[in-house]
């Protein structure tokens, strides 16, 4: 059963009943101290360490929010809570401890729960882990995963900003703007997590539903950037709230007249295979991996079947295929993050390399595709620092080819 068939349908009142109890058992438990006058958020690296009087001297939250609005304003992006530390943020990517007492596992369950629903709670206790969001007014989203570590629970908050970010903000290449006047096809963005997947993808959707009368389905785990109905309709359906299963999602999707279809993350054999069959039957599909480049997306999709399957699914991705945009995020010289792209657009070469399993050789086809809006990750690396934006080291640290980064730098 997933996690959304146990939300939804579960009739066990007992359960939920003694769940609920169990935390409001905690959260009598919490005594509530009085705010000192010091302020809570001067930032303390990461390494050092809060010990004795100067860890107990700092305030305690007195509830989430305060967090949230106080990290999101200093231009948090994630927001933890761990016990034995005070809430930590990261901050360019960097990780750096808040001055806040160090919290207990009593204060970050009730802290937690108190933005949980009943079923949720319910499901935590059973599963011991949660995905969902939260949203906090005139401050913004939140995607947020719930978890245990050593018999206590710890949280991580992905701050989701209210407005979508336009293509120039993001610094997107010119060919992403182009990808989103496509009528069919696969359209893949991938990264580490934390690479701003979402953000780009959230971008090229906005853009359609600003600029084309189309209606654009959402399938998401969980809704990070809400989306409003312009020129085009949007409807956007959260796993375990909307829909049981992106696998169930998939299936009825197509009854449900979509000309465009975001599958909030390609996990799996079957989102995967759901994914190509949605590009084939003539809808424009947007995904996210994993994977660190285009080359290994490749992989990555094709790897995902049984070896019997894999010369259907190379005919089939080469045949749906429009494009893959790499992404890395990186500290800006002058505070803020950047991110460096490579972009591989489905050419007739490309589907041709596709066909025949040689996806190593796409990186030199990404070198000599320029005109066609191709990059490699490393020359868009050069770039970045030839524009002042991320320093040398940072950037070459971050080169698929250290070499190949060089060469680029020497203009060669």
């Known amino acids: 059963m997933t996690p959304g068939n146990s939300l939804q349908r579960t009739g066990k009142n007992n359960d939920m009943d003694q769940a609920h109890a169990f935390y409001m058992d905690s959260c009598d438990e919490q005594s509530s101290e009085s705010r000192k006058g010091s302020e809570p958020f001067s930032l303390l690296p990461l390494g050092d360490e809060l010990e004795g009087s100067e860890a107990e001297g700092g305030s305690e939250p007195s509830h989430v929010d305060e967090i949230l609005r106080e990290a999101v304003s200093r231009g948090s992006s994630d927001i933890h809570l761990s016990v034995g530390l005070p809430p930590v943020i990261r901050i360019d990517g960097r990780l750096v401890r808040t001055e806040y007492a160090a919290l207990n596992g009593q204060q970050i369950q009730r802290m937690v729960y108190d933005i949980l629903s009943k079923d949720q709670i319910l499901w935590l206790e059973k599963s011991h882990e949660l995905d969902f969001s939260y949203g906090l007014s005139q401050v913004g989203r939140f995607r947020v995963n719930v978890y245990r570590q050593r018999g206590s629970l710890g949280a991580a908050f992905r701050a989701v900003p209210s407005e979508i970010p336009s293509f120039e903000k993001l610094r997107l290449p010119h060919v992403a703007k182009d990808l989103t006047t496509r009528s069919s096809g696969l359209i893949l963005v991938t990264g580490p997590t934390g690479a701003g997947k979402s953000t780009t993808i959230a971008s090229m959707i906005d853009h359609i539903n600003t600029q084309r ?200």
């Open 213 to 412: 009368p189309v209606h654009i389905m959402t399938i998401e785990d969980p809704i990070e950037y809400l989306h409003r109905h312009k020129m085009g309709m949007v409807n956007q359906r959260e796993l375990n709230q909307d829909t049981d299963s992106f696998e169930n999602a998939l299936r009825a999707v197509l009854r449900e007249d979509p000309d465009v279809i975001l599958v909030g993350e390609m996990r799996d054999l079957e989102t995967i295979s759901a994914a190509l069959t949605l590009a084939e039957t003539g809808h424009l599909v947007f995904g996210t991996l994993h994977t660190r480049n285009c080359a290994q997306t490749i992989d990555r999709v094709i790897d995902v079947f049984p070896p019997h399957q894999q010369a259907q699914i190379r005919v089939q991705l080469a045949n749906t295929l429009e494009a893959v945009i790499s992404q890395l995020l990186l500290p800006m010289t002058n505070g803020g993050r950047v991110a460096a792209h490579e972009v591989m657009v489905a050419t007739s070469a490309i589907r041709n390399l596709i066909r025949e399993g040689k996806s190593h050789q796409i990186g030199t086809l990404l070198e000599t595709g320029q005109d066609l809006g191709m990059q490699p990750m490393d020359r868009a690396l050069v770039e970045l620092h030839r524009h002042g934006l991320v320093t040398l080291e940072e950037a070459r640290s971050r080169a698929t080819d250290p070499e190949n980064f060089d060469r680029y730098r020497r203009g060669n």
